[in-house]
């Protein structure tokens, strides 16, 4: 309230007079109204600087900002490489290094943190300017248990009641390109042996629950699944360890129920990795491994041959006539004149003893809350044993490329539903003798070691011949292993290609628990070997000089050797098949109290063609239906 002092002092100092209204103690309205707009004024001024000053403050409060840094582990001390840590919704944030620790610049004090991780409870903290901020996740509740993969699902291991057994793929890495080299005890209940290591032929043949049927067309591998896939042991034999995430090994008729009678063998499960949350992370392996023969057969020496070779020919027929003569023996037990009294030891002349392989590995993962991948390449060169004479136009030794390329996307296309492509190809491409290693292997125990050498150097008659001087005796109806392996090869490519289309809906509108999922599989493999060869034209000596070492030779097979090279390309090694498959599943899972209940049911329809097939009953396509629960 406003009290006019009556004083006239200062209000009119010009004409030094009090007005006549003031002086009666009476103040005019217009003195009131000009009085109320200068002291309101002052007063809307005086309020409007505190609350620009507020608002000020305020601002300066929110925008205060600071560094922040830490480490993320989970309860057990566990550093969580690749966890995220973000500022509210403003979609800034940070990803854990290898080794726990985060960054982050101009974080607003009383922003929120929001801090996640695969497995693990996402947490929320409000941050109050500090430094250094260390953060522990918790697991989650629901994926402590450990799982395991049944018939079309998985199953918590507490409540499975089959006999399934896993294993780690970290178990699985051996010095090997072949993954079915690695299964021998490491799982119990598995009978595992290998019968060759020749590369492309060094697939380990394994029983589950024994053998079921007796004999050699009876089927005694167990059924095979690679993403829900059926393949054969061949395609399992390619994967790399690097790509799988689980492994599993069905035994007993409850654990393959569902497969009928396709799992009467049992079932290996097998899950590829899929990519997580998180920026790209990239992983590469480059390995050199050295193999050779784990044991060979000790063969006696050329001199005990002979000895023998004469004293069996007694033994049969006393009037026998003996091959070899004293003085062959004599002359071969000292080494003398060894064109013409050869002492061939077949193996050293044909097989080294210590080859070496190369594999090579890069994958790479990532993703985000839409959409996750992993994208894999594998590249494996196996070398054989076999040596190779450089006057040969072509190598014959055994040379066998493996190219893999995968790739598994998983998009999330709602909160309720997701889509998962995979796509897989492999390429085998094979270069070797034009008989299996395991042939050469044969014939070279097969082969007299005293009769004539693997070969022998031009003499003047035949300085001009372009092609190699085999050895060989009397008709050249003896076996030369050395001609054998040189004399052609064999070239053969395998192709592989897999598409997969998955998509999972969760009906959790309808029930709690209930969920849906179709799958769709297209395959196609292919195959041709193709053979080249000579007919090697084999010598022997018909004159030796004692005092010169000068030889004569002479040709055994003028009329049957070529120097060309011929084509041939079977019908029966060409091959070329398609395969489609769809899966469709509903499960229901339901947690009452500590009881867990589940009810499966399955719908699956195969069908598989064969390309090119010698009879009309083999290219009619084969079908199987089948439903289940």
């Known amino acids: 309230m406003i009290v006019p002092r009556k004083s006239c002092r200062g209000i009119n100092r010009i004409s030094r007079k009090c007005p006549r209204e003031m002086l009666k103690g009476r103040i005019p309205f217009q003195w009131i109204i000009l009085a109320l707009l200068l002291s309101g004024g002052s007063l809307l001024q005086t309020l409007g600087a505190e609350e620009r000053s507020g608002v000020k403050e305020r601002t300066d409060v929110h925008q205060q900002t600071s560094k922040l840094k830490g480490t993320i582990r989970d309860s057990g001390g566990d550093l969580l490489a690749g966890a995220t840590i973000q500022i509210g919704t403003t979609g800034r944030g940070a990803i854990a290094d290898m080794d726990g620790k985060y960054e982050l610049d101009d974080v607003p004090i009383n922003s929120k943190l929001i801090i996640s991780f695969l497995g693990m409870e996402t947490k929320e903290i409000i941050y109050k300017g500090e430094k250094t901020l260390n953060i522990v996740l918790e697991s989650k509740a629901d994926e402590l248990e450990e799982v395991s993969i049944v018939a079309f699902a998985r199953q918590k291991k507490e409540s499975v009641l089959a006999s399934i057994s896993t294993v780690k793929p970290t178990e699985l890495k051996v010095p090997s390109s072949n993954l079915t080299t690695a299964f021998a005890g490491r799982v119990a209940g598995l009978i595992s042996y290998q019968v060759s290591g020749e590369p492309g032929q060094d697939n380990a043949s394994f029983f589950i629950r024994g053998i079921t049927t007796f004999g050699a067309e009876a089927k005694k591998d167990p059924l095979i699944l690679i993403d829900g896939m059926e393949l054969s042991t061949e395609e399992l034999s390619r994967m790399n360890t690097d790509d799988i995430a689980s492994f599993s090994i069905m035994k007993d008729a409850s654990a393959t129920a569902l497969y009928g009678a396709r799992g009467a063998n049992g079932v290996i499960a097998v899950t590829t990795k899929e990519g997580r949350e998180g920026k790209v992370v990239i992983n590469a392996r480059v390995?050199?491994?050295?193999?050779?023969?784990?044991?060979?057969?000790?063969?006696?020496?050329?001199?005990?041959?002979?000895?023998?070779?004469?004293?069996?020919?007694?033994?049969?027929?006393?009037?026998?006539?003996?091959?070899?003569?004293?003085?062959?023996?004599?002359?071969?037990?000292?080494?003398?004149?060894?064109?013409?009294?050869?002492?061939?030891?077949?193996?050293?002349?044909?097989?080294?003893?210590?080859?070496?392989?190369?594999?090579?590995?890069?994958?790479?993962?990532?993703?985000?809350?839409?959409?996750?991948?992993?994208?894999?390449?594998?590249?494996?060169?196996?070398?054989?044993?076999?040596?190779?004479?450089?006057?040969?136009?072509?190598?014959?030794?055994?040379?066998?490329?493996?190219?893999?390329?995968?790739?598994?996307?998983?998009?999330?296309?709602?909160?309720?539903?997701?889509?998962?492509?995979?796509?897989?190809?492999?390429?085998?491409?094979?270069?070797?003798?034009?008989?299996?290693?395991?042939?050469?292997?044969?014939?070279?125990?097969?082969?007299?070691?005293?009769?004539?050498?693997?070969?022998?150097?031009?003499?003047?008659?035949?300085?001009?011949?372009?092609?190699?001087?085999?050895?060989?005796?009397?008709?050249?109806?003896?076996?030369?292993?050395?001609?054998?392996?040189?004399?052609?090869?064999?070239?053969?490519?395998?192709?592989?290609?897999?598409?997969?289309?998955?998509?999972?809906?969760?009906?959790?509108?309808?029930?709690?628990?209930?969920?849906?999922?179709?799958?769709?599989?297209?395959?196609?493999?292919?195959?041709?070997?193709?053979?080249?060869?000579?007919?090697?034209?084999?010598?022997?000596?018909?004159?030796?000089?004692?005092?010169?070492?000068?030889?004569?030779?002479?040709?055994?097979?003028?009329g049957s050797g070529t120097e060309y090279i011929d084509y041939n390309s079977p019908s029966a090694d060409r091959k070329i098949n398609t395969t489609f498959y769809l899966e469709a599943t509903t499960e229901y899972n339901k947690t009452i109290e500590k009881h867990a209940l589940n009810a499966l049911l399955v719908y699956t329809m195969r069908q598989e063609k064969q390309g090119l097939s010698d009879n009309l009953q083999l290219s009619l396509p084969k079908r199987n239906m089948g439903l289940s629960g």
């Open 287 to 558: 390995e050199n491994s050295f193999s050779g023969p784990t044991q060979m057969i000790k063969t006696t020496n050329p001199v005990t041959f002979m000895r023998m070779h004469n004293e069996a020919v007694k033994t049969r027929d006393p009037l026998g006539l003996a091959l070899y003569s004293e003085e062959k023996i004599t002359m071969t037990e000292r080494g003398m004149y060894p064109n013409l009294y050869p002492a061939t030891d077949w193996y050293n002349d044909m097989f080294d003893e210590l080859i070496s392989n190369q594999r090579a590995n890069l994958s790479l993962s990532g993703g985000g809350a839409v959409a996750r991948y992993y994208v894999a390449a594998n590249l494996s060169k196996d070398n054989g044993n076999i040596k190779v004479d450089k006057r040969n136009n072509f190598n014959s030794n055994i040379n066998l490329m493996k190219y893999n390329i995968r790739t598994n996307v998983n998009i999330k296309l709602t909160p309720t539903t997701e889509l998962t492509t995979r796509l897989s190809a492999s390429f085998d491409e094979y270069t070797g003798p034009y008989d299996s290693g395991a042939d050469m292997y044969k014939k070279v125990l097969q082969t007299n070691p005293v009769l004539f050498k693997p070969y022998y150097e031009p003499d003047e008659q035949y300085s001009y011949a372009k092609h190699i001087l085999f050895g060989n005796y009397g008709n050249a109806g003896y076996l030369n292993p050395y001609a054998e392996s040189l004399k052609g090869y064999k070239d053969y490519s395998k192709n592989l290609m897999l598409t997969q289309f998955e998509i999972k809906q969760n009906l959790n509108m309808i029930t709690e628990g209930l969920t849906a999922r179709a799958m769709v599989n297209m395959n196609r493999s292919s195959e041709y070997v193709v053979l080249r060869q000579y007919s090697p034209y084999f010598y022997n000596i018909s004159s030796y000089n004692t005092l010169t070492n000068e030889y004569r030779l002479t040709r055994l097979n003028p």
